[in-house]
C-alpha cells in the first residue's frame, strides 16, 4: 500500500509565491516518477511537472521559468516551488507517483489534491 499526501496550498496575490509538498509513504521499494498535475474548473486535468528517477524533469509550457520540481529521494517527498503566480495557475493540484512496492508491483497512486488560489 502507498499513500500519496500533499500540502501547501493557499490564496496567494498575483506575482506571489507557494511551495507544494507531496508525501510518499507506505511500502515503497523505490519511486519512479512522482508528477505534479492540476485541474481547473471546467478544464481537463493537465500536467505540470515531472520528475523521474530523481535526475530528469519535464515542465508545461505554461510554467517554464516559473515553477521547479525537485525531489528529495530520502524522504520520498517532492517539491513544487511555483514563482510569480498568475491567476490561470488557479486550481487544484494533485501529486501523482509511481513506485514500485515492496511487493515489486508498480503501484499508480495519487493524492487527495490541493487548492491553489491566484487572486487579488
Known amino acids: 500500500q502507498v499513500q500519496v499526501v500533499e500540502s501547501g496550498g493557499g490564496l496567494v496575490q498575483p506575482g506571489g509565491s507557494l511551495r507544494l509538498s507531496c508525501a510518499a509513504s507506505?511500502?515503497?521499494?523505490?519511486?519512479?516518477?512522482m508528477s505534479w498535475y492540476r485541474q481547473a474548473p471546467g478544464k481537463e486535468r493537465e500536467l505540470v511537472a515531472s520528475?523521474?528517477?530523481?535526475?530528469?524533469?519535464s515542465y508545461a509550457d505554461s510554467v517554464r521559468g516559473r515553477f521547479t520540481i525537485s525531489r528529495d529521494n530520502a524522504e520520498n517527498t517532492s517539491y513544487l516551488q511555483m514563482n510569480s503566480l498568475k491567476p490561470e495557475d488557479t486550481a487544484v493540484y494533485y501529486c501523482?507517483?509511481?513506485?514500485?512496492?515492496?511487493?515489486?508491483?508498480?503501484?499508480?497512486?495519487w493524492g487527495q489534491g490541493t487548492q491553489v488560489t491566484v487572486s487579488s
Open positions: 507506505g511500502s515503497i521499494l523505490s519511486i519512479y516518477r
Open positions: 501523482n507517483v509511481i513506485a514500485d512496492g515492496k511487493d515489486y508491483s508498480r503501484r499508480n497512486v
Open positions: 520528475t523521474t528517477g530523481g535526475v530528469y524533469t
